[in-house]
């Protein structure tokens, strides 16, 4: 086999590898990915239903401020009754009507609660935007974690085709060194080395394949894909042109946007209503009434009246709970320690978020250095390729030099699509810090 030829077939070789592409695959994109999860991941479907049982109790809390009505109809018997003297003596039968009924509406307007009604339903409203931002930090979470796996099998296809190439480069080595052997060129020794080297990269292919399979289930699995769904990551994604802001940019965003730190926030405001609830406790209840009742017989009369006695009344009514004095300040005690649990909770998820956002921001110029130093490293790349062809054409190097070249100038564009991969894995670090993914 001359020395063209072969050179010819590696490069054909490696072209193939690198183009090979699996029927059955689906091409999606992260988007693709984070509207299918949104719409069929079971974590968030019990979110969302919590967000709308959440804004229901905003609705039972407003109740509070309707009136309050009651009715009542009763129907008895009633016996005879008799009467004695004081000493008990002259027992006599008192004949009463039997048959008893008694109606009553009664209606109560709350008109001053001491603030229980609009801290109620001002509670539920919190509760309900604490519902809402638990549901956005699970789908930042969900979103992070997907393109975590998503930015993972881009890796991974990256460097199977870097094992299928390394992998056709050393079967056509071998056949070559055969062919040597036949000429007693190249020794027996030699061609063994380089079978337990195509055996160990088969292995590796196939624990990579494993990899694959592994990373592509649980990302179909989460993003509720139908089952037998592969996914192949969308190269457009490495063309897309990302910011460089800077840090107090970054750190501006997430002051607000996080859905954690939103939810910090929150809780404080929901352990201040309590307080204003623990607080009403303790002042009068004001509300209008009004009410009819008609009962029969009429039995205040000796003899009794066998007719029906109706009235109505209207009014204003005034309620205090004297305990409250004494019983509520526990209470109020309490409140006010949760209150400020909650602050010092909302600094310390403040503060475990600048840390991040820093961090982050700090690994994502990272990526961009060393994106740098591997446009170069594939720019010498390709020049010692060329050099090697150059000289393994004049019959100046051998076989495993412009093997070793070539596998140098593949592995160095694989390592540049991978560092492109990072800074799109670390800015999507910084939305996720930042709540903005």
């Known amino acids: 086999m001359n020395n063209p030829r072969l050179l010819a077939m590696l490069l054909c070789a490696a072209l193939a590898v690198s183009g090979a592409t699996s029927a059955g695959q689906t ?23 919590g967000q709308i049982e959440a804004e229901k109790e905003i609705s039972i809390a407003k109740n509070g401020r309707l009136p309050d009505i009651s009715t009542s109809l009763s129907v008895g018997y009633i016996g005879d009754g008799f009467t004695t003297k004081r000493n008990f003596s002259d027992y006599q039968i008192a004949e009463i009507p039997h048959l008893s009924t008694g109606v009553s509406i009664n209606l109560t307007q709350p008109v001053y609660t001491g ?67 036949q000429q007693g060129t190249v020794l027996l020794n030699d061609i063994t080395r380089y079978e337990l080297l ?16 592994i990373l592509n289930d649980n990302l179909v699995t989460i993003a509720g894909l139908p089952e037998h769904t592969i996914v192949i990551p969308d190269t457009m994604l490495l063309e ?77 009514g005034v309620t205090y709970n004297l305990s409250s004095l004494y019983k509520s300040n526990k209470s109020l005690s309490k409140s006010r320690i949760a209150t ?35 446009e170069k490293s594939v720019v010498l790349a390709e020049q010692n390729y060329n050099v090697t062809a150059t000289r393994y054409n004049a019959d100046m190097a051998l076989i495993t030099d412009i093997l070793d070249a070539a596998n140098a100038r593949l592995d160095a564009e694989q390592q540049l699509v991978n560092a492109r991969i990072n800074i799109i894995y670390y800015y999507h670090k910084l939305l996720f810090t930042s709540g903005k993914i």
């Open 27 to 49: 091409v999606m994109t992260l988007e693709d990915i984070f509207l299918s999860a949104e719409t069929n991941s079971s974590s968030l479907k019990i979110l969302y239903t």
């Open 115 to 181: 603030g229980a009604v609009s801290s109620a339903i001002e509670m539920a409203s919190l509760k309900s935007t604490a519902a809402r931002l638990s549901t956005d930090l699970r789908r930042n979470s969900l979103r992070f974690e997907l393109t975590g796996y998503y930015l993972d099998i881009f890796k991974c296809r990256n460097l199977r085709n870097v094992l299928n190439a390394n992998i056709q480069s050393a079967k056509l080595i071998l056949d070559e060194m055969r062919a040597r052997h």
């Open 198 to 213: 195509l055996a160990n990269l088969e292995l590796q292919l196939t624990k990579l394949n494993n990899t694959l399979k």
């Open 240 to 316: 897309k042109s990302l910011p460089v802001n800077g840090e107090d940019w970054w750190q501006a965003e997430a002051m607000v946007h996080s859905p954690s730190l939103q939810l910090a926030r929150n809780g404080i405001e929901i352990s201040r209503k309590a307080e204003s609830l623990v607080r009403s406790e303790r002042l009068p209840k004001i509300g209008i009434q009004a009410g009819w009742t008609m009962d029969g017989p009429i039995l205040v009369e000796i003899p009794p009246i066998n007719r029906n006695l109706s009235y109505w009344w209207v009014g204003v």
């Open 340 to 374: 400020l649990k909650a602050t010092e909770q909302a600094a310390d998820i403040r503060e475990h978020i600048e840390l991040g956002v820093r961090a982050d921001h700090v690994k994502y110029l990272e990526a961009y250095e060393e994106l740098l130093t591997l």
